[in-house]
């Protein structure tokens, strides 16, 4: 059993940046990645960004690439989702999730996540 919680959400204006945290209880952090979804209204829930337990490997939605990076502290028991550069379509409700597969590739479907935390919200004005 993994409980997560995000934080950091809020209203920026475009160009600004913001810090999401996803602080994980349960099961050892360190044995399983971690990855960031969104959900605008109206639209399905998307792929952001993936770590792996290390926090060697990453992989990113060509939306967000250059501009947010997925990082972990495994002493913390935390991921992290910082995003520059934001833009208005950004705007969406941010979920982390857990992945406890442990497979050889990261994963960008959500069925593939198995908990996941209640979302924050993230509003970029233009």
């Known amino acids: 059993q993994v409980q997560l919680v995000e934080s950091g959400g809020g209203l920026v204006q475009a160009g600004g940046s913001l810090r999401l945290s996803c602080a994980a209880s349960?099961?050892?952090?360190?044995?399983?990645?971690m990855g960031w979804f969104r959900q605008a209204p109206g639209k399905e829930r998307e792929f952001v960004a993936a770590?792996?337990?290390?926090?060697?490997?990453?992989y990113y939605a060509d939306s967000v690439k250059g501009r947010f990076t997925i990082s972990r502290d495994n002493a913390k028991n935390t991921a992290y989702l910082q995003m520059n550069s934001l833009k208005p379509e950004d705007t969406a409700v941010y979920y982390c999730?857990?992945?406890?597969?442990?497979?050889?590739?990261?994963?960008?479907?959500?069925?593939?996540?198995?908990?996941w935390g209640q979302g924050t919200q993230v509003t970029v004005s233009s």
């Open positions: 349960g099961r050892a952090f360190s044995s399983y990645a």
């Open positions: 770590i792996n337990w290390s926090g060697i490997n990453t």
């Open positions: 999730a857990a992945d406890l597969t442990r497979s050889t590739w990261l994963h960008s479907q959500s069925y593939e996540y198995d908990y």
